[in-house]
């Protein structure tokens, strides 16, 4: 159908030959399939001109639609190559989502107004096939085969506690604030550059789904518990390191989506802005 308008309005198989980039002989298959199967005759052909029956004249007008959404559809293709546009949904951890993702996104809303952003803060692994993410955010690599990842960055854990919290206080007195996704039994490896490395343990006095609700309750001085280095440089004034000489291993960070091929450029431009957010982000922490 799409053929059989570019031959009428191009004037002949030979031209529309040309303009489709085809030969002469494809396009004139084109048209004998299409008039057998409609059982009618679409055209009158001499050596010299064409013209369209009534038929052809009718079936014409539904064609050059056809084309005309066609061409719309590829030119609407195109423009979200040039600007991103449309809806995009974007999951990360409780403690990279607020100092992470959205300062990225924030900077991405003023830049492209067509942009349409959902984030889903959440310390699960969400399934981004059935929940229908378009990027994930998450620290460590992922098993899961069907997704493309991609490392962004790293940043470290601060085991940490009110600066006052620990005067007087042992650290096997100390309470640990845990987050959910540590459990009750804690263990941590310390190391130094000149010194011995050394295992912490502890068992959570009280547990917590919410990141946030981890750190308020270490800055109210409830207890001890891990803050990423960039939240603890950002509450220097209120927070401590319990070994302020030693230190955890890094956590890489992790972006991944669902896209095998292509990656859409408002998916492109969201990862971009995220990634260069972490190298600001732990750049600005002390090490």
Avoid at 89 to 97: D, G, K, Q, R, V
Avoid at 155 to 165: E, I, N, S, T
């Amino acid at each position: 159908m799409s053929v059989f308008a570019h031959i009428v309005e191009a004037g002949s198989i030979t031209a529309a030959a040309e303009s489709l980039d085809l030969s002469k002989s494809v396009i004139s298959q084109h048209l004998k399939a299409l008039e057998l199967d409609l059982g009618v005759s679409l055209l009158k052909r001499t050596t010299r001109r064409q013209t369209l029956t009534a038929a052809g004249q009718a079936f014409y007008q539904n064609c050059k639609q056809l084309n005309h959404v066609a061409e719309s559809a590829w030119l609407d293709a195109q423009q979200s190559l040039e600007e991103p546009s449309g809806k995009i949904t974007i999951t990360a951890p409780n403690a990279l989502m607020e100092s992470l993702v959205t300062p990225a996104i924030a900077a991405l809303l003023k830049a492209h107004p067509l942009l349409e952003p959902e984030l889903v803060a959440s310390d699960l692994h969400l399934d981004l096939f059935a929940k229908d993410i378009d990027l994930a955010i998450r620290v460590g690599p992922s098993k899961e085969s069907s997704l493309k990842q991609r490392r962004i960055g790293q940043f470290r854990d601060v085991l940490c506690a009110h600066h006052r919290y620990m005067n007087g206080r042992t650290i096997q007195n100390a309470s640990y604030i845990a987050n959910a996704w540590q459990g009750k039994h804690i263990s941590h490896q310390f190391s130094a550059k000149h010194a011995k490395p050394f295992e912490f343990k502890a068992t959570a006095r009280c547990i917590s789904n919410s990141f946030h609700s981890c750190l308020s309750l270490i800055k109210d001085g409830a207890g001890i518990g891990l803050v990423p280095d960039f939240h603890e440089a950002m509450a220097s004034k209120q927070l401590v390191e319990v070994f302020p000489e030693y230190q955890l291993n890094s956590n890489s960070v992790y972006a991944l989506h669902p896209y095998s091929n292509q990656l859409p450029l408002s998916v492109k431009v969201c990862l971009n802005s995220i990634e260069q957010q972490l190298s600001k982000t732990t750049q600005a922490s002390p090490d």
